[in-house]
């Protein structure tokens, strides 16, 4: 069901620094920082030649990124990004398979302007998973 990866998120408590990081130390091609109000992140996408990177950092407030750096001051991986043909027809799956949606199970616009569902982490090995239909 699921295909490529679409991206690894890391949250940062720094944006401009781990933006310059991976621009200068990894040698990146690193995108502009982007507002996602209605994610409460400001996101900032580094294209690799198979994947994506989603640098995350707080935007707003009660942003859930805020809550994850607290957590872990220094960053980390906060997600991982499966790309899905049919998202409506992955959620049915998965919840048959008594997998947890979060939030309302409805869909939303993520970051690429397609639809994306989180899973809850505890029934994905601790791991926050993020499908997008492409
Ligand atoms: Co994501």
Do not use: W
Not at 89 to 113: F, N, S, W
């Amino acid at each position: 069901m699921i295909g490529r990866l679409n991206h690894v998120a890391i949250a940062v408590p720094d944006l401009e620094a781990a933006a310059a990081q991976y621009r200068t130390m990894l040698g990146a091609n690193v995108g502009a920082p982007q507002d996602e109000p209605g994610h409460g992140v400001t996101v900032i996408f580094i294209e690799l030649p198979n994947t994506k990177i989603e640098l995350l950092y707080p935007l707003g407030e009660g942003s859930p990124i805020q809550g994850f750096l607290d957590k872990n001051p220094s960053g980390g991986i906060h997600h991982v990004c499966y790309e899905v043909d049919d998202i409506l027809a992955a959620r049915d799956h998965l919840k048959t398979e008594g997998a947890r949606v979060l939030g309302d199970g409805e869909p939303k616009i993520g970051a690429h302007g397609k639809p994306v569902l989180f899973l809850h982490p505890k029934d994905f090995q601790g791991t926050l998973v993020e499908l997008e239909q492409v």
